[in-house]
Structures are given as structure tokens and as C-alpha cells.
């Protein structure tokens, strides 16, 4: 990345798509971006799940486990996908942000799935497959914070999204050497790590990513990092709020 030294934190571009730095913080990102390629693919990234995970509708926060829930979990991932992967130019990268309609779905909700500017359409609950509906990013988990680092090869995208005292953790990860026992970590502001989630990283996953879904008991304002590491204790990436 260019001019490292001028703009030495990706977390700045979290906020800058979010719009919650101030006109010349702005200023100085937007000069940034001008002069570094790696970061445009950043900020790009970025608008892309924050898009995504606007069109989660607000039927996604209702509590109460859905019948057939099992089922909906795997209809639901193969929709976003199968849709993600029709949108030129997007597709790997919001194949891996359909874990966060997953993740919404496995706590217990009903989804529905839809790109922005489809026809409008009724709102689908669960146990009915999922329909497109137009919905906007005032559907987003107010608080969801969107994090991204990269490390050599390893690039980790994910949000943050506040409960009542902890956190979901929706992430994807790419860049894995296969067979390598990993960890999803939340690191708080004092420096308590608790694990969120693990996986063994597959073939399939090296190329195309691991979806990651979890949890951690980490007060949403407390929560300072994601970091990626195996059970060995080598961190991959790092992601700062």
C-alpha cells in the first residue's frame, strides 16, 4: 500500500464508508485513495457488504426459532449465493457475505433475500422459501461495525453486530494454507480474547474462502479486534475496529 506512513490504519476506511469521520479526515482519505490501488479494493469491499447486509430485512432481527430450520439454512445459502454469483463482478466476494443472512437464520429468524432495485415484493418469513423484496441499509443492526485487514495473502473481511452484552461475529477469510486448525478471535479494548469460532481450513476453502459464523461475550463497545490465528497460536490477520 502506498504511503503507508500517511494513512497507517485500514480501520479508517471502515469508517470512512460508514461516513463517521469528520470532513477532514475525509479530505485526507480521499487523497489517499487516489494514489493507492489496494485500498480503493478496500473501500470497494467494504460498500459491497455494507450493501449486502442491507438488504437483510428487519423480519431478520424477529426472535423465535423457525420450524425446519436446518432446512431454511441450506436453501438460504444456496439463494444468496446462486444470486451473488450472477452480479458480474461481484460474485466471490458477496458469496462470502452471504454468511451474515445465514448467521440470521441460524439464530432463529425469518429472511429474506433480494438485490437493490428488484421489483417490489412482500417480505417472506420463515418456513416459505426466501423471496426478493427491496429493502434498505436502515435494515442493518443499528451499531454493526464492518472491519477488514490483510496480512501477505490472508485477507479478512467481517462486522461486528452488537447484542444485549455480547456479539455476532460474521467474517470471510481468504488466503489459508489448506489443513491449518484455525481460530476466529474477538479481542477486547483490555486485551480478553475470546474465541468466536475454529475451523480446519479445507481445499475448497483456499480457494475460495471460508464463510465463518459465531459469537463471542465481548460488550459491543468493547470490542477492539478480529484476529485469525491457528491452534499453535500464529496469527494470519488482524482486523481493528
Not at 66 to 89: F, I, K, M, N, Y
Not at 201 to 228: E, F, R, T
Request: net charge negative; aromatic share 4%; hydrophobic share 40%.
Amino acid at each position: 500500500m502506498s504511503g503507508f506512513s500517511e494513512f497507517p490504519d485500514h480501520a479508517d476506511l471502515a469508517g470512512y464508508v460508514a461516513g463517521e469521520v469528520s470532513a477532514q479526515e475525509k479530505q485526507t482519505i480521499e487523497a489517499h485513495l487516489a494514489g493507492c490501488a489496494d485500498c480503493r479494493a478496500e473501500v470497494e469491499s467494504l460498500r459491497e457488504m455494507q450493501e449486502f447486509l442491507g438488504e437483510v430485512p428487519p423480519e431478520a432481527l424477529l426472535d423465535g426459532p423457525p420450524e425446519g430450520g436446518d432446512l431454511l439454512l441450506q436453501r438460504t445459502l444456496r439463494q444468496v449465493r446462486s444470486e451473488a454469483r450472477s452480479s458480474a463482478g461481484r460474485g466471490r466476494f458477496l458469496a462470502a457475505t452471504a454468511a451474515v443472512v445465514v448467521a440470521a437464520a441460524a439464530m432463529g429468524v425469518g429472511v429474506a433475500v433480494g438485490k437493490a432495485g428488484s421489483p417490489a415484493g412482500p417480505a417472506v418469513a420463515v418456513p416459505p422459501p426466501p423471496a426478493p423484496v427491496p429493502t434498505t441499509a436502515s435494515s442493518t443492526v443499528p451499531g454493526t461495525k464492518f472491519l477488514s485487514g490483510t496480512s501477505g495473502e490472508t485477507r479478512l473481511t467481517a462486522s461486528i453486530v452488537p447484542a444485549a452484552g455480547w456479539v455476532r461475529v460474521e467474517a470471510a477469510v481468504t488466503g489459508i494454507p489448506a489443513g491449518e486448525k484455525c481460530r476466529l478471535i474477538v479481542v477486547s479494548k483490555n486485551g480478553d480474547r475470546e474465541i468466536a469460532g475454529g475451523w480446519l481450513v479445507s481445499q475448497k476453502a483456499v480457494h475460495d474462502g471460508a464463510d465463518l459464523n459465531g459469537s463471542a461475550l465481548v460488550d459491543p463497545s468493547q470490542v477492539a479486534s478480529v484476529v485469525v490465528e491457528n491452534t499453535d497460536g500464529h496469527q494470519f490477520v488482524e482486523a481493528n475496529v
